[in-house]
């Protein structure tokens, strides 16, 4: 039962858990206007710009049409979509549609098929914001690392179970109230004590009437008695 009782609470807090997350990551997908707002930097392209692993928090709010030269933006692959790059605006090759070429800061030119033609079908958003190096806890969560913290916080929930298990237990065995508290039967012994004087006191007040009865009855006795020898 006990075994149930913990695997249920585990579930509960990793349902919670879950929960928290989507509804957080909904919001910033919400807040920043795009599927995905958070990406590392795997290359050395943008440098000094950006380094590798730094985190960019990229906004879909800026559309496409609103981007210029200088802006750097987040966009797939324009030859097959099979990268997400992020690289700096260099020219607008063409108002309509609009089309644009792109250059890492770090790379001597633009390259074909990577850097344009970018278009409003390649554009994901313009970054936003930069956090420096936090892209190194990504590092953290590949197999098998990862499995060993799901493990690790799992086991954590476990323990968190069993010690409100056991605190409840201790709760419950020092409730006033339970019949097997110490006090309480203390309390009761000596409520049984006091009852037992009580009684004890009632029947020595008895046998003094009773006693104080047989000697007056004595004394009726002598006397009748002693007029009788008179007479």
Known sequence: MAKKSISKGVIKDIIIVGVGVLVIWIGLQVAFGTQNPFYVVASGSMIPVL????????????????????????????????????????????????????????????IPGTDFPITQEEYIGKVAYTIPQIGYVTQLLKPPINYVIIAIVIGIMVVKQMAKRKNEKVLSLSDPLEKDNPD?????????????????????????IDESENKHEESDMSTDNDKSKFS
């Open 51 to 110: 380094q590798v692993y730094d985190v960019l928090i990229v906004s879909g709010h800026v559309t496409f049409e609103e981007i210029d030269v200088g802006d750097i933006i987040v966009f797939n692959r324009p030859s097959d979509h099979d990268r997400v790059i992020v690289h700096r605006v260099a020219s607008i090759l063409n108002e309509d549609p609009k089309t644009i070429r792109t250059k890492g800061d770090a790379n001597p030119a633009s």
């Open 184 to 208: 309480t039967i203390e309390e009761l012994s000596d409520i049984s004590k006091v009852e037992k004087d009580l009684e004890y006191s009632e029947n020595l007040g008895k046998l003094d």
